[in-house]
């Protein structure tokens, strides 16, 4: 039984479809087609029904799809343990944020590249956050407060950051001193997220309510420049508009507390080492070059 027959039934059960799966696997879907054939000609039985939305599993499929990724998994353990020592190969998949993903995060992934000639990097970059599990992801770089879920974090290092308003909004509606008078205000926001903020030791959660909602930071600090509202931005955004006065900090007795950096990962028993690799890059990166922008600090 070929290993790519098994690894590809995977992609395909998980993805949903033929085509979905050949764009993870980066093959045409005729590879994955034939692959697929070859796989349920020797086991003898149907492992997906074929639909005009793509491909669901059979009853003997979901069964067998469980053992075809352990094995794929164990497989994998091993190729990387015979590996030459620091040898990566294969391929990595990355979901980075587009806030921060191309300036700060990039540059650690080429040089990941750089150093393992034999390894496939492929990065999505978009602030949505992906279902790694569903959409094939190795690992997500994600940037804020995590919510709970079954994933598994690695926080990697500090991100900063502020609330910020323009001049003419604070002209018009004044700047709250302390967390419990921003519901009084418009917040621009990400979606519903709560806010914290520093009172001392404690920390106070903040809802805050507004009109204007986008999911990426540099969306948000030009609807703060055109005064629509007050935003927590991380400074890497709005480090330039509050030297040159574009933007105000408010509210800098209750600072926010730190954000953090993660790299996150399905859940099971041990990462990979390529998950493993870039985890340790991105450490070693915010710990040797920390900047002035908000992140790593």
Known sequence: MDIEELRTFVEVADAGGVSPAARRLGVSKSIVSRRLFRLEAELGVQLLARTTRGAALT????????????????????????????????????????????????????????????????????????????????????????????????????????????????????????????VSHQALMQGTEAWQFMDGDEIITVHPRGRFKADNATALAAAALAGLGIAWIPDGVTHQYVASGALVPVMTRHPPPPAGVYVIRPPGQHPSRKVRVLTEMLIECFEQAPDSAGVGR
């Not at 492929?122 to 407060?145: K, N, P, Q």
């Not at 001049?167 to 921003?182: F, N, R, V």
């Open 59 to 182: 009853e003997a499929g979901a069964t067998f799809r469980d053992y075809a990724a352990r094995v794929c998994a164990e497989i994998e353990v091993a190729r990387e343990t015979i590996l030459p020592a620091g040898e990566l190969r294969g391929r990595l998949r990355v979901s980075a944020p587009l806030s921060f993903g191309p300036t700060h995060f990039a540059p650690v992934l080429a040089d990941m590249a750089r150093r393992h000639p034999q390894l496939h990097i492929h990065t999505c970059y978009s602030d949505r956050f992906v279902d790694l599990i569903a959409e094939g992801y190795d690992c997500a770089i994600r940037v804020g407060y995590l919510q709970d879920s079954n994933l598994i974090a690695r926080r990697v290092g500090p991100i900063y950051g502020k609330l910020v308003a323009s001049p003419d909004y604070i002209k018009t509606h004044g700047a709250p001193e302390k967390p419990e008078e921003l």
